[in-house]
Protein backbone atom coordinates (compact mmCIF):
# COMPACT_ATOMS: atom_id res chain seq x y z
CA UNK A 1 0.00 0.00 0.00
CA UNK A 2 1.40 3.48 -0.99
CA UNK A 3 2.49 4.81 2.27
CA UNK A 4 3.88 8.71 3.31
CA UNK A 5 5.56 9.72 6.32
CA UNK A 6 6.22 12.81 7.82
CA UNK A 7 8.88 13.50 10.33
CA UNK A 8 11.75 16.02 11.55
CA UNK A 9 15.35 15.24 11.10
CA UNK A 10 18.45 16.88 11.70
CA UNK A 11 18.05 18.53 15.16
CA UNK A 12 14.59 19.06 14.02
CA UNK A 13 15.95 21.67 11.42
CA UNK A 14 14.35 20.02 8.39
CA UNK A 15 10.45 18.46 8.06
CA UNK A 16 11.02 15.19 5.99
CA UNK A 17 8.63 13.65 3.55
CA UNK A 18 9.25 10.46 2.42
CA UNK A 19 6.42 8.62 0.37
CA UNK A 20 5.95 5.39 -1.49
CA UNK A 21 3.65 6.05 -4.71
CA UNK A 22 4.21 2.51 -6.66
CA UNK A 23 0.72 1.81 -6.67
CA UNK A 24 -0.90 5.23 -7.29
CA UNK A 25 1.62 5.27 -10.53
CA UNK A 26 0.71 2.05 -11.45
CA UNK A 27 -2.77 2.73 -11.12
CA UNK A 28 -2.45 6.57 -13.70
CA UNK A 29 0.22 4.08 -16.06
CA UNK A 30 -2.76 1.58 -16.51
CA UNK A 31 -5.68 4.18 -16.55
CA UNK A 32 -3.40 6.50 -19.16
CA UNK A 33 -1.87 3.88 -21.05
CA UNK A 34 1.63 5.61 -20.48
CA UNK A 35 4.54 4.91 -22.26
CA UNK A 36 8.22 4.22 -20.16
CA UNK A 37 9.17 8.45 -20.20
CA UNK A 38 5.65 9.50 -19.32
CA UNK A 39 5.40 7.36 -16.83
CA UNK A 40 8.28 8.41 -15.26
CA UNK A 41 7.26 12.23 -15.90
CA UNK A 42 3.78 11.94 -14.64
CA UNK A 43 4.89 9.59 -11.45
CA UNK A 44 7.27 12.12 -10.51
CA UNK A 45 4.86 14.84 -10.65
CA UNK A 46 1.88 13.26 -9.02
CA UNK A 47 4.41 12.22 -6.39
CA UNK A 48 5.80 15.82 -5.62
CA UNK A 49 1.92 16.98 -5.81
CA UNK A 50 0.77 14.05 -2.81
CA UNK A 51 3.68 15.24 -0.59
CA UNK A 52 2.73 19.07 -1.46
CA UNK A 53 -0.80 18.54 -0.63
CA UNK A 54 0.27 16.60 2.71
CA UNK A 55 2.69 19.43 3.99
CA UNK A 56 -1.19 21.55 4.36
CA UNK A 57 -2.83 19.05 6.27
CA UNK A 58 -3.59 20.90 9.14
CA UNK A 59 -2.20 24.33 8.00
CA UNK A 60 -4.65 27.16 9.56
CA UNK A 61 -6.43 24.76 11.50
CA UNK A 62 -8.12 22.97 8.79
CA UNK A 63 -7.49 20.12 6.48
CA UNK A 64 -9.93 21.24 3.82
CA UNK A 65 -7.00 22.33 1.00
CA UNK A 66 -6.70 21.59 -2.61
CA UNK A 67 -3.84 22.11 -5.01
CA UNK A 68 -4.30 22.17 -8.90
CA UNK A 69 -0.34 21.90 -10.59
CA UNK A 70 0.16 21.95 -13.85
CA UNK A 71 3.43 22.09 -16.15
CA UNK A 72 2.92 23.96 -19.05
CA UNK A 73 5.77 22.82 -21.32
CA UNK A 74 6.75 22.73 -24.85
CA UNK A 75 8.19 19.11 -25.02
CA UNK A 76 6.44 16.13 -26.46
CA UNK A 77 4.72 15.09 -23.17
CA UNK A 78 2.52 18.02 -24.31
CA UNK A 79 2.34 19.88 -20.40
CA UNK A 80 0.71 17.75 -17.32
CA UNK A 81 -2.06 18.60 -14.91
CA UNK A 82 -2.48 17.23 -11.29
CA UNK A 83 -4.96 17.77 -8.12
CA UNK A 84 -4.33 16.94 -4.65
CA UNK A 85 -5.69 17.38 -1.01
CA UNK A 86 -4.81 16.92 2.44
CA UNK A 87 -5.84 13.18 2.93
CA UNK A 88 -3.32 11.40 0.10
CA UNK A 89 -5.46 11.61 -2.43
CA UNK A 90 -3.97 12.58 -6.12
CA UNK A 91 -5.11 12.60 -9.76
CA UNK A 92 -3.46 13.82 -12.86
CA UNK A 93 -2.81 13.16 -16.84
CA UNK A 94 -0.02 14.07 -19.36
CA UNK A 95 -1.07 15.39 -22.99
CA UNK A 96 0.41 12.77 -24.40
CA UNK A 97 0.89 9.46 -22.67
CA UNK A 98 2.70 8.04 -25.57
CA UNK A 99 6.68 9.07 -25.00
CA UNK A 100 9.31 7.04 -24.81
CA UNK A 101 12.66 8.86 -25.01
CA UNK A 102 15.76 7.85 -23.43
CA UNK A 103 19.42 8.76 -22.61
CA UNK A 104 22.24 6.78 -24.62
CA UNK A 105 22.59 5.10 -21.13
CA UNK A 106 19.30 3.94 -21.30
CA UNK A 107 18.12 6.00 -18.83
CA UNK A 108 14.49 7.92 -19.59
CA UNK A 109 14.99 11.07 -20.78
CA UNK A 110 12.33 12.86 -18.68
CA UNK A 111 13.98 16.65 -19.04
CA UNK A 112 13.84 16.20 -22.46
CA UNK A 113 10.20 14.89 -22.59
CA UNK A 114 8.52 17.62 -20.58
CA UNK A 115 10.55 20.27 -22.62
CA UNK A 116 11.22 24.36 -21.54
CA UNK A 117 8.33 25.83 -19.86
CA UNK A 118 6.45 27.02 -16.60
CA UNK A 119 4.80 25.09 -12.98
CA UNK A 120 1.74 26.99 -12.12
CA UNK A 121 0.44 25.81 -8.39
CA UNK A 122 -2.70 26.89 -7.36
CA UNK A 123 -3.65 26.75 -3.74
CA UNK A 124 -6.77 26.88 -1.99
CA UNK A 125 -6.29 26.97 1.30
CA UNK A 126 -10.01 27.75 2.57
CA UNK A 127 -8.95 30.80 4.63
CA UNK A 128 -8.08 33.63 1.86
CA UNK A 129 -8.56 33.89 -1.70
CA UNK A 130 -7.69 31.04 -4.18
CA UNK A 131 -3.73 32.28 -5.73
CA UNK A 132 -1.30 31.18 -8.16
CA UNK A 133 2.25 31.02 -8.30
CA UNK A 134 4.43 30.16 -11.05
CA UNK A 135 8.15 29.27 -11.53
CA UNK A 136 10.34 28.51 -15.11
CA UNK A 137 11.28 24.83 -15.17
CA UNK A 138 14.61 24.56 -14.31
CA UNK A 139 15.37 20.78 -16.43
CA UNK A 140 11.97 19.63 -16.75
CA UNK A 141 13.06 16.28 -14.27
CA UNK A 142 10.40 17.59 -11.72
CA UNK A 143 12.76 17.12 -9.06
CA UNK A 144 14.95 19.78 -9.58
CA UNK A 145 11.72 22.36 -10.47
CA UNK A 146 9.96 21.68 -7.19
CA UNK A 147 12.82 22.14 -4.89
CA UNK A 148 13.15 25.63 -7.06
CA UNK A 149 9.90 26.05 -6.64
CA UNK A 150 9.89 25.78 -3.45
CA UNK A 151 13.27 28.20 -2.53
CA UNK A 152 12.02 31.11 -5.40
CA UNK A 153 8.06 30.91 -4.45
CA UNK A 154 7.99 29.74 -0.80
CA UNK A 155 11.65 30.87 0.29
CA UNK A 156 12.16 27.34 2.05
CA UNK A 157 15.53 25.86 0.92
CA UNK A 158 14.64 22.71 -0.09
CA UNK A 159 15.49 19.08 -1.58
CA UNK A 160 13.74 17.24 -3.61
CA UNK A 161 14.34 13.40 -4.93
CA UNK A 162 11.97 11.88 -7.00
CA UNK A 163 11.92 8.39 -9.24
CA UNK A 164 10.08 6.00 -11.16
CA UNK A 165 11.67 2.92 -11.74
CA UNK A 166 10.10 1.19 -15.25
CA UNK A 167 10.89 -2.51 -16.09
CA UNK A 168 11.31 -4.09 -19.14
CA UNK A 169 6.95 -5.28 -18.99
CA UNK A 170 6.40 -1.32 -18.76
CA UNK A 171 5.16 -1.67 -14.88
CA UNK A 172 6.15 0.43 -12.06
CA UNK A 173 8.23 -1.49 -9.95
CA UNK A 174 9.42 1.63 -7.77
CA UNK A 175 8.20 4.88 -7.61
CA UNK A 176 8.20 8.07 -4.83
CA UNK A 177 9.67 10.23 -3.27
CA UNK A 178 11.62 12.15 -0.21
CA UNK A 179 11.35 15.76 -0.01
CA UNK A 180 13.29 17.86 2.70
CA UNK A 181 12.81 21.57 3.90
CA UNK A 182 14.76 23.16 5.91
CA UNK A 183 13.28 25.23 9.23
CA UNK A 184 13.91 28.24 10.47
CA UNK A 185 16.90 28.76 12.47
CA UNK A 186 18.86 26.18 10.84
CA UNK A 187 22.30 27.04 10.59
CA UNK A 188 25.47 26.11 7.57
CA UNK A 189 26.02 23.28 9.41
CA UNK A 190 22.72 21.72 9.11
CA UNK A 191 22.54 22.36 5.40
CA UNK A 192 25.62 20.99 5.28
CA UNK A 193 24.59 17.65 6.79
CA UNK A 194 21.49 17.54 4.59
CA UNK A 195 23.82 18.00 1.22
CA UNK A 196 26.06 14.95 2.49
CA UNK A 197 23.34 12.95 3.54
CA UNK A 198 21.41 13.42 -0.24
CA UNK A 199 24.70 12.43 -2.14
CA UNK A 200 24.84 8.86 0.05
CA UNK A 201 21.25 8.02 -0.24
CA UNK A 202 20.68 5.47 -3.29
CA UNK A 203 18.18 6.58 -5.57
CA UNK A 204 15.07 6.00 -4.20
CA UNK A 205 13.25 3.61 -6.87
CA UNK A 206 16.08 1.54 -6.42
CA UNK A 207 15.15 1.59 -2.57
CA UNK A 208 11.57 0.83 -3.12
CA UNK A 209 12.38 -1.84 -5.64
CA UNK A 210 14.48 -3.84 -3.04
CA UNK A 211 11.56 -3.62 -0.77
CA UNK A 212 12.16 -0.74 1.56
CA UNK A 213 9.52 1.26 3.23
CA UNK A 214 9.38 4.79 4.25
CA UNK A 215 10.97 4.51 7.11
CA UNK A 216 13.53 2.36 5.96
CA UNK A 217 14.64 5.24 3.42
CA UNK A 218 14.54 7.62 6.12
CA UNK A 219 16.74 5.62 8.51
CA UNK A 220 19.12 5.71 5.45
CA UNK A 221 19.11 9.38 5.19
CA UNK A 222 19.55 9.86 8.45
CA UNK A 223 19.18 8.29 12.03
CA UNK A 224 18.31 11.87 13.73
CA UNK A 225 14.83 11.70 13.22
CA UNK A 226 11.07 12.37 15.03
CA UNK A 227 8.67 10.33 13.28
CA UNK A 228 5.39 12.83 13.13
CA UNK A 229 2.59 10.81 10.78
CA UNK A 230 1.97 7.94 8.51
CA UNK A 231 -0.68 8.37 6.20
CA UNK A 232 -2.20 6.34 3.32
CA UNK A 233 -1.62 7.13 -0.45
CA UNK A 234 -4.21 6.85 -3.44
CA UNK A 235 -4.66 8.10 -7.14
CA UNK A 236 -8.47 8.94 -6.55
CA UNK A 237 -10.57 10.99 -8.96
CA UNK A 238 -13.64 12.98 -7.72
CA UNK A 239 -15.78 12.97 -10.88
CA UNK A 240 -19.43 11.71 -11.05
CA UNK A 241 -22.53 11.79 -13.66
CA UNK A 242 -23.90 15.15 -11.84
CA UNK A 243 -20.79 16.92 -12.34
CA UNK A 244 -20.85 16.44 -16.26
CA UNK A 245 -24.24 16.87 -16.27
CA UNK A 246 -23.88 20.37 -14.88
CA UNK A 247 -21.19 20.88 -17.42
CA UNK A 248 -23.69 19.55 -20.42
CA UNK A 249 -26.34 21.88 -19.48
CA UNK A 250 -23.88 24.74 -19.40
CA UNK A 251 -24.22 24.01 -23.56
CA UNK A 252 -27.62 25.18 -23.81
CA UNK A 253 -30.44 23.66 -24.90
CA UNK A 254 -29.94 24.07 -28.48
CA UNK A 255 -26.51 22.79 -28.54
CA UNK A 256 -27.54 19.78 -27.01
CA UNK A 257 -30.30 18.83 -28.81
CA UNK A 258 -27.95 19.64 -32.12
CA UNK A 259 -25.09 16.74 -30.59
CA UNK A 260 -28.00 13.93 -29.88
CA UNK A 261 -29.35 14.60 -33.25
CA UNK A 262 -26.04 14.63 -35.06
CA UNK A 263 -24.58 11.58 -32.66
CA UNK A 264 -27.48 9.87 -30.96
CA UNK A 265 -26.08 10.33 -27.70
CA UNK A 266 -23.24 12.34 -26.12
CA UNK A 267 -20.52 10.63 -24.22
CA UNK A 268 -18.14 11.98 -21.83
CA UNK A 269 -14.95 11.27 -20.33
CA UNK A 270 -13.29 12.62 -17.71
CA UNK A 271 -9.23 13.58 -18.15
CA UNK A 272 -8.02 12.61 -15.10
CA UNK A 273 -9.13 8.81 -14.77
CA UNK A 274 -10.69 8.20 -17.89
CA UNK A 275 -14.51 7.15 -17.06
CA UNK A 276 -16.89 7.35 -19.80
CA UNK A 277 -20.70 8.66 -18.92
CA UNK A 278 -23.08 8.55 -21.65
CA UNK A 279 -26.24 10.40 -22.34
CA UNK A 280 -28.79 9.74 -24.58
CA UNK A 281 -31.78 11.89 -26.20
CA UNK A 282 -33.94 10.94 -23.02
CA UNK A 283 -31.09 11.74 -20.70
CA UNK A 284 -30.60 15.20 -22.69
CA UNK A 285 -34.50 16.37 -22.47
CA UNK A 286 -34.73 15.51 -18.76
CA UNK A 287 -31.29 18.39 -17.92
CA UNK A 288 -33.28 20.59 -20.87
CA UNK A 289 -36.46 20.33 -18.31
CA UNK A 290 -34.76 20.76 -14.94
CA UNK A 291 -32.53 23.59 -16.71
CA UNK A 292 -35.40 25.69 -17.45
CA UNK A 293 -37.64 25.15 -14.05
Request: glycine share 8%; hydrophobic share 40%; with cysteine.
Amino acid sequence: MDRLIKAYGFDKMARIYVADTTDLVQHAKDIHDLWPTASAALGRFLTASVIMGAMYKGAFGRDDANLTLRVASDGPIEGMVATTNTHGEVRGYVGNPHVFLQYDSGKLNVGKAVGAGQLHITKDLKVRDIFTSSVSLLSGEIGEDFAYYFKSSEQIPSVVSLGVKVDEHNNIIGAGGVILQMLPGFKSDHLDAVEDAFKKLPHISFMLEAGDQPEDILAKLTDDTELLESMPLKFQCDCNREKFERGLISLGKDELRTMIKEDGQIETVCHFCMTKYTFDSIDIESLIKESQS
